[in-house]
C-alpha cells in the first residue's frame, strides 16, 4: 500500500510542477541551461510574480549577503546592449541580448565591467554618466559577453540592500528566471 501512494504522490508533484511549452517564447529552444548569476552565492532572496506594494516582482532576486563588489555574471552567451541608471527603482542595471533570443536584466549595481564603461562612454549620452542623473543608454558597439563573464559588481544602488534583481524577457513578456 505505501508503494501506491508513494507512486501517486509523486505522479501528483511531477505533473504539477512539469514545464510546458507555453511556459516559454514562441520558438524558444534552450541550447543549455543558464549559469547562475552571483558568483559564489546560492540564495534566493525574492521570487518571481510576488506582489509588492503597488506592482508585481517581474524578476527573482538573489542575495549577495548583504556585501557590495560579488561578480554579477552573463547567464548566458550574449551581447550588453543597454544600460541604465534609475535612482528610485533599479538603480544601475545591465541589460544582455542573449543568443537564444532572450534578454537579461541585471539591477542593484555597484559598478560595470570595464569593457562596458569603456563603450558607455563612447556614446552621446555619457555625460549623464558622469553627473550621477538617471540614464537609459544603447550602446554604440555591443559588448559581447561569454556564459559566466563578469558584467557588472553587485551593490545596493536604486531601492534595498544590496542584492541582484534578475530578469528575464523577450518582446516584453517576462518570464520566471527559475524555469
Known amino acids: 500500500m505505501s508503494r501506491l501512494l508513494i507512486f501517486f504522490i509523486s505522479a501528483i508533484f511531477l505533473f504539477t510542477f512539469q514545464l510546458k511549452a507555453s511556459d516559454f517564447p514562441p520558438g524558444f529552444v534552450l541550447n543549455e541551461p543558464y549559469t547562475w548569476p552571483v558568483k559564489g552565492m546560492n540564495q534566493i532572496t525574492g521570487t518571481f510574480g510576488e506582489f509588492r506594494t503597488g506592482h508585481f516582482h517581474m524578476g527573482q532576486d538573489f542575495s549577495t549577503s548583504g556585501r557590495i563588489g560579488i ?9 550588453v546592449t543597454r544600460v541604465q541608471r534609475r535612482w528610485s527603482s533599479i538603480g544601475y542595471a545591465v541589460f544582455v541580448q542573449h543568443d ?42 555591443p559588448v559581447e559577453v561569454s556564459k559566466g563573464e563578469m558584467v557588472a559588481l553587485s551593490g545596493d544602488t536604486g531601492v534595498g540592500p544590496p542584492h541582484l534583481h534578475f530578469e528575464l524577457f523577450k518582446d516584453n513578456i517576462y518570464y520566471n528566471p527559475m524555469h
Open 71 to 79: 561578480p554579477i555574471l552573463a547567464v548566458a552567451n550574449g551581447k
Open 100 to 141: 537564444d533570443g532572450m534578454t537579461s536584466r541585471y539591477g542593484h549595481l555597484h559598478k560595470f565591467a570595464p569593457k562596458v564603461v569603456k563603450q558607455i562612454l563612447k556614446s552621446k549620452q555619457a555625460r549623464r554618466f558622469k553627473d550621477r542623473v538617471d540614464f537609459d543608454i544603447v550602446l554604440p558597439d
